[in-house]
């Protein structure tokens, strides 16, 4: 039976709205709507305790925070990075004249191969930019060990990786910067908004300013900046979600073992894995459809739930490097493990507002596309 509403693949999560209005009351009567206000203030604090970093700045999207951290870090040359991810990654390293070099990722996970990262590295490589899939972390510690080798920087792409820990160590504290997105489709969101981790002051004093204009002091602007200031509605908004993201984790996880009790027996259909001293956060549910196991392709299990009144999204595809806006610069075969996983791969509704008779029912859908 077709859903009488629409399901989206993704929902975002709300405060009570008393909460958030009583923030605008405050934000009425002090006229400071920007530039780094109480809220802004407020919020920097909260998640420097909640993320486990030293440092923080905050962006008025994620995508900011990455472009302008890799402009902090006064790069030159090659960016070794994985294309399965999101435009953003890719297109931070392009629009800061830097060449983006294709690893592959790892099958299990999703997330970049360490082996791949050292194959691709030159004497123009600056840096490694990972992305940790799905709330799925990297192999931080392979990664540490390849960029002390060679010194270079490593800027992870921690979009999907909010309150996300290993071994008991926020993902925040991992190399040289790490960059959040509190974009409205997270499992954190600020309705837009981001932020960098850090632990370097002079990296974040370098950062601070290309945020603003390249401002340095009211009568000193000693660089070229941007405006990627967030605002403190957006603040107020990721004051107020951060006291209840916990429990978002906690209803996603059950969702997603209503999943996992349906679809796991299911030869053909491969699931997100359960990571070794990873504590996750639930972001996504992606599944990678072998059609020639399942008996149905990746489209067609996408069309099945479509006709049912769900949207499921092929994310992520296509990959970055074969985007028409890089048309004959780069190689997909070479990074084949990416391309094989892009063209099967599907995630599922995922958030905590989502039933779990529902999520009953669109693996059911999902698993009355296949053959037994």
Known sequence: MK?????????????????????????????????????????????????????????????MALELSLQALNLTGEVVTTPFTFASTTHAIVRNGLTPVFADIK???????????????????????PVHVYGNVCDVEAIEKIAKKYGLKVIYDAAHAFGVKYKNKGVAQFGDVSCFSFHATKIF???EGGAATFTDPDFGRRLSRLKNFGIKSPDCVDGVGANAKMNEFCAAMGLCNLRYVDEEIKKRKKITEVYREILSPIEGIALNPVQKDVTPNYAYFPVVIDERQFGASRNEV???????????????????????????????????VALHTAKRVLTLPLYGSLSLDDAKRIGEIVAGCGVG
């Not at 996970?109 to 590295?121: L, N, R, W």
């Not at 009144?309 to 994310?315: C, E, H, N, P, S």
């Not at 296509?318 to 985007?323: A, C, E, K, V």
């Open 3 to 63: 859903f009488t509403k629409q399901i989206f693949v993704t929902s975002p999560a709300l405060p009570p709205i008393e909460e958030y209005v009583e923030h605008l009351k405050d934000i009425w009567q002090s006229r400071q709507l920007t530039n780094m206000g109480r809220f802004h203030q407020e919020f920097q604090t909260a998640l420097i305790s909640y993320l486990q970093t030293e440092r923080i700045d905050l962006f008025t999207n994620g995508h």
């Open 107 to 129: 099958p299990d996970d999703f997330t970049i191969d360490p082996k791949s990262i050292e194959e691709h590295i030159t004497d123009r490589t600056s840096a490694i930019m």
């Open 189 to 191: 969101h600020s309705v």
């Open 302 to 336: 996408m069309e099945a739930l479509a006709e049912n009144g769900v949207v499921a999204r092929k994310y992520f595809y296509p990959l970055t490097n074969t985007f028409d806006c890089f048309h004959g610069e780069f190689d997909a075969a070479e990074t084949p």
